[in-house]
């Protein structure tokens, strides 16, 4: 036999869906040595294979007898679909069954029966086989009668043709009561079942989606998928509409054509050994991995605009919670700016404080001579980065495994290094080795603070090999996604990317082991000096708490073991308690410049350090949305208790009264930090009383104190207007309306009427009022969101990029929905647009923060309250809803939300009530 | 051998255009000529370039078109033009001198009459509005030179940023990337300022403030109605000498 063509498409695939009988095997009797040697050397390079088949298993694997040891994984699906095993070194074992009831079987035989008897009147012999969840028509009774005779003696008879048969079969067995019953056949048997191979193809593919394989990277083999006398052939139903990014081939004869989609290869089971012949051999000599292209999972940058670059570097970036690195091409060009950086870990001290840059491990010999042929990839659904050009490349920062790099590349000659090991110094340590032969290099490498731990992660690295880490990342990132993503329903493409965009970024910038110091530019930017603000613990926690707990939890912990130097900022100032620096960054004492040069060219006091002490409280409210969402009740009994108890002790000692018992708070800074400093700023003052309140239920002994202080505290409130003045004086100031005078918003209001001016009107930078109606809308006055949101709208300059988003979630329960969307597009597109001339320094991650809480607490109306999680959405028009993925209590659930209704899909874990006009998740 | 072309009227303000073309000429590696036009005679004219220690070239003929033509000739580097004849306050660029620079597509610095001239060029202001990068107008014209460049870009009304946020941060994080992207020509340290308002106002304030020696703004010729407000309003109102460079349609200012 001649060796068969090249195959096409020719490129690695991450997984291989194929049939039996006529694909894998000619004949069910033959040998099926050569096939299982290549199984499992496939599995063992890392390739998925999944068989689909009607048989039953004892028939497929009594023949295969293959015994994988993976990391690849080999699963049977046989029985129509019925039935799933997965096959390992021990045997095989059931991972999945269709359960027929008893009304299903009984349906099930009298549609068999019907079918029969209707043969029999037409003189067509036949007999039922039962099978699991299906019925098998024989259509040649107590003979061994091949497929193919049987069809052409049906021809002769002109009594029925098979098509007419299955015609029948359906018919009967809907009549019997099957909603929707699977009717195939082989020419030989009818089978009328509850599954069909397209319940595999669809096991199949959301398998491969928990473990990160996108449909495009499947491959799909047959041989029959066309039909055969007018009857769908036995492969057709793999092509389910969710594989239609899939490659599917087939090597039968397809005499009558294929579907679209299906290109035809022909070669029987040869040709089929050829194709998995030709995927071990792309692995084993180290092909790069092709990626998902899919529009709203990849961001993709194409060629090389220096004006662009480092924008474009810190847009496709890579990240593992631990480890940042820049998506800088390979191979060297001047208007690149790589980087490579640590969370948590600083050069310098005080202010001048900074993230500290990292060895690189990313740069390949050579220069970018054409960066036309440059293209670069981000898949945001597994977190890789790939690169075309003149290397072809993928890499990855391991999410399984933080701190564990992989590179793998192609190139022509001189383009890539020689195999070596060896170890760059640094604040954190690399160790890398390369593997290069024949073109492709393998890169490994583990970072640590300290060398040796460096080099035993590279070790771990090079002995779990390429395949294996990428794997485990995959899983890795297709878990975090299950857990978190947003889908806006017939929404605009656009807007989804950038949601997808916003939430893999936070996911990759926050570790969930240890402390996690998140900076406000995130891991890929020397930007803020990776200085942490009231952007994480209020922006960017809420989002961990509902979907990946253990990240909230770290930063948390980030703040906990900064408690003494919180206290020692508190004791500085004559205080009690804990006061909690406006910026931190190793120690936990304050590293906010005194002095800054503004853009007018003037060097101003910086006075947040001083007097911006909201922090204190938000630090607090962020623990409390931690246990709101998780009830860690050891967090809540241990040092989450301790944090709310000292942030108190904080504010009781700086708490003024006056001669009438009016607590007062002077001299802070609020959100909107154009007027500073002022008194009873409304946002510090209730912030402050949620603290007091929240501690005073937790300790009898202070807590009737903390709580008369609360009550004494001012808040600006007016019953008649039902206005809450920002801050005393805030309504004798100029009343200005910014939305009159700016040529456009977002504007830096300060620049554009100066500074004296502006403090002394009403302009504000962000919400400060409103940021209470979006943090602590319990805190508020009932009906007081639509006549603050009517006056401070128009006030908001919106010169800070926290401040969009969260317009957009108090427009969207105020069910404004134009300027609702209007402003969530601009907190959508901050860093994809470059909007504020500094995403090449970093990301804007507490406004992708702000973006998820808009979504989720805004449109869908979503808040813990007590141990319910209340649902209370306001969808615009121009979405058809919202599917949210969440975890609530340690229980993670599926909420899917249009016009009319919200669904819960919690596989029993949670339930959903409809009360008082909004919906309630609860446990069951 | 290049020149450095100084045209001076009769008057006092020939004095910092001679001071200029002298600081200009060792930059270039070029020599100085004086060039004359005769109208009222030239007396003024011959002592300041006696006191400038530079030969001086009287002709008679029509002023503008004589100007325009020596400075075509090949060798002619750069072209050095008094902008009007007296001092006093901010006043509309001489007619001389404005159809001179509109007229010679080469590079001309045009001399305030009260100039503050050191005899060496060492600071230069050039002004960066943030457009697609070109090289700085003076580079252009000098090259290799060890020049102390301060980076001016104003923030006019259509530019100001959405947001500032910490501005201590943020100006520093936009100030890198806005030097990386509109200064790829400068391979020394390099100094950004900026300011808000109007560019043709601020541009000759700040010069004063960081006492620079010229001014380099690249320009299209064109200074008719609505068009280089801040090119005319710099020529207007700046003390300093102004190189203008020609450079390609869509440039800033």
Known sequence: ?924 | MTRVLAAIDNSLAASPVLAIARALAPLLDSDVEVLHLVENGDRMATQAALAAGLTLTSRRGPVIKSIIEAGRCADVAVLVVGARGTPAGPRPLGGTALAVATGLPKPIVVVPPDAHITGVIRRVLVPVEGAPAGTAPILDVVEDAELDMIVLHVYEEDSLPAFTDQPQHWQETWAREFVRRYCPWHTGPLRLETRVGRAEDLIPRVAEEVNADIIALGWTLDLGPGRAPTVRGVLDRSRRPVLLVPVAIGHPY
């Not at chain 1, 593997?435 to 490994?444: I, Q, V």
């Not at chain 1, 402390?515 to 000096?529: H, I, K, Q």
Request: glycine share 10%; net charge negative; hydrophobic share 45%.
């Open chain 1, 1 to 924: 036999m001649s060796e068969p063509e090249p195959v096409e498409p020719g490129r690695r695939f991450e997984a291989v869906v194929f049939g039996w009988s006529g694909t894998a095997v000619a004949d069910p009797a033959e040998d099926a040595g050569r096939l299982r040697k290549l199984v499992e050397e496939l599995c063992a390079h890392g390739l998925d294979l999944y068989l689909v088949t009607g048989a039953r298993l004892p028939e497929v694997d009594g023949r295969l007898q293959a015994r994988p040891v993976g990391p690849g994984r080999l699963y049977l699906c046989v029985d129509e679909g019925s039935e799933v095993h997965r096959v390992g070194v021990d045997g095989t074992r059931l991972v999945h069954r269709r359960t027929a009831t008893p009304a299903e079987e009984a349906a099930l035989d009298r549609a068999a029966r019907v079918t029969v008897d209707a043969l029999a009147r037409r003189d067509v012999p036949a007999a039922v086989v039962p099978r699991l969840n299906r019925r098998a028509i024989d259509l040649a009774p107590g003979t061994e009668e091949p497929a193919a005779a049987v069809r052409k003696r049906l021809r002769a008879s002109g009594r029925l043709s098979l098509y007419g048969i299955v015609e029948l079969a359906t018919d009967a067995a809907l009549r019997a009561g099957l909603p929707d019953p699977r009717v195939t056949s082989d020419g030989r048997y009818v089978q009328i079942g509850l599954t069909d191979r397209a319940d595999a193809a669809r096991w199949v593919l959301d398998d491969l989606r928990r473990r990160g394989i996108a449909p495009r990277l499947v491959l799909f083999a047959g041989a029959a998928f066309g039909r055969i006398r007018g009857v769908p052939g036995a492969d057709a139903p793999l092509l389910v509409p969710e594989a239609s990014r899939s490659v599917a081939v087939s090597v039968g004869a397809e005499p009558a054509g294929v579907p679209a989609g299906v290109t035809v290869l022909g070669g029987g089971p040869a040709r089929f050994l050829a194709l998995l012949a030709d995927q071990l051999e792309r692995r084993r000599r180290g092909d790069v991995p092709d990626v998902d292209d899919t529009p709203d999972w990849t961001l993709t940058v194409d060629g090389l605009d220096p004006d662009l670059e480092r924008v474009h570097e810190t847009l496709l970036a890579i990240a593992d919670g631990r480890l940042g690195t820049r998506g800088t091409p390979l191979l060297a060009h001047p208007a690149t700016d790589p980087g490579v950086r640590a969370a948590g870990v600083y050069a310098r001290t005080g202010a001048d404080s900074e993230l500290a840059g990292c060895p690189d491990w990313t740069t390949l010999p050579g220069t970018v001579s054409d960066p036309t042929l440059l293209r670069r990839r981000l898949d945001l659904r597994t977190g890789v980065l790939r690169q075309d050009g003149p290397v072809a490349a993928l890499q990855f920062s391991s999410l399984a495994r933080p701190a564990t790099v992989v590179l793998r590349a192609e190139g022509p000659p001189g383009r890539l290094p020689g195999t070596d090991r060896y170890t760059l110094p640094g604040p954190f340590a690399a160790a890398l080795s390369d593997l290069c032969r024949d073109g492709r290099l393998d890169r490994l490498g583990g970072y640590a603070p300290d060398e040796a731990d460096a080099r035993a992660a590279r070790a771990t690295a090079e002995e779990l090999g390429f395949d294996r880490l990428l794997a485990e990342h995959r899983a890795a990132w297709a878990a975090r996604w299950d857990a978190a993503d947003v889908v806006v329903l017939d929404g605009d493409p656009e807007l989804q990317l950038a949601i997808r965009f916003a939430l893999f970024h936070m996911m990759a910038s926050v570790a969930d082991e240890g402390e996690a110091a998140v900076g406000a530019r995130g891991l890929v930017g020397g930007g803020y000096r990776g200085h942490v603000f009231w952007d994480s613990d209020v922006f960017v926690l809420p989002f961990l708490a509902a979907t990946h707990p253990a990240a909230a939890r770290a930063m948390l912990e980030y703040r906990i073991r900064r408690l003494d130097a919180a206290r020692a900022g508190a004791l500085r100032r004559g205080n009690r308690g804990a006061r909690f620096p406006w910026e931190s960054a190793v120690d936990g004492f304050d590293v906010t410049p005194s002095f800054g040069r503004l853009p007018s060219g003037e060097i101003a006091r910086i006075r947040t350090g001083e007097a911006e002490e909201h922090i204190t409280a938000d630090v607090a409210w962020a623990a409390s949305c931690y246990l709101d969402w998780t009830g860690d009740t050891e967090f809540a009994e241990g040092p989450g208790r301790e944090l709310v108890l000292e942030t108190a002790r904080y504010w009781a000692s700086r708490i003024r009264l006056d001669s009438e018992g009016r607590g007062h708070i002077y001299g802070v800074i609020g959100p909107d930090e154009y007027h500073e400093p002022v008194d009873d700023n409304t946002f510090t003052n209730v912030m402050a009383r949620w603290n007091l309140k929240r501690a005073a239920a937790l300790d009898g002994a202070e807590g009737a104190c903390w709580r008369r202080l609360a009550d004494a505290l001012v808040d600006g409130f007016d019953p008649m207007s039902r206005l809450y003045e920002q801050f005393a004086g805030f309504f004798d100031l100029e009343p200005l309306l910014i939305a009159d005078v700016a040529p456009r918003r977002p504007i830096a209001a300060e620049l554009l009427l100066g500074v004296p001016r502006t403090r002394a009107s009403q302009v504000v930078k962000q919400p400060d009022v409103l940021m209470l109606h979006h943090l602590v809308p319990d805190e508020m006055a009932p009906d007081s969101l639509g006549a603050n949101l009517d006056f401070y709208e128009p006030r908001t300059a919106h010169g800070s990029s926290l401040s969009p988003a969260v317009h957009a979630s108090l427009l969207a329960r105020a069910g404004r929905f134009r300027d609702a969307l209007a402003a969530l597009r601009i907190a959508a597109r901050i860093d994809l647009d470059d909007i504020s001339g500094s995403t090449a320094s970093g990301l804007h991650v507490a406004t992708m923060g702000g973006l998820w809480q808009a979504l989720v607490f805004g449109f869908a109306g979503v808040r813990p309250r007590g141990d319910t999680l209340v649902v209370d959405p306001r969808i615009p028009p121009q979405w058809g809803g919202l599917q949210i993925r969440l975890r609530f209590r340690g229980k993670p659930f599926v909420l899917r939300i249009d016009h009319q209704s919200v669904e819960l899909d919690a596989a029993g874990a949670l339930a959903l009530t409809r009360r008082d006009g909004h919906w309630e998740v609860h446990a069951p």
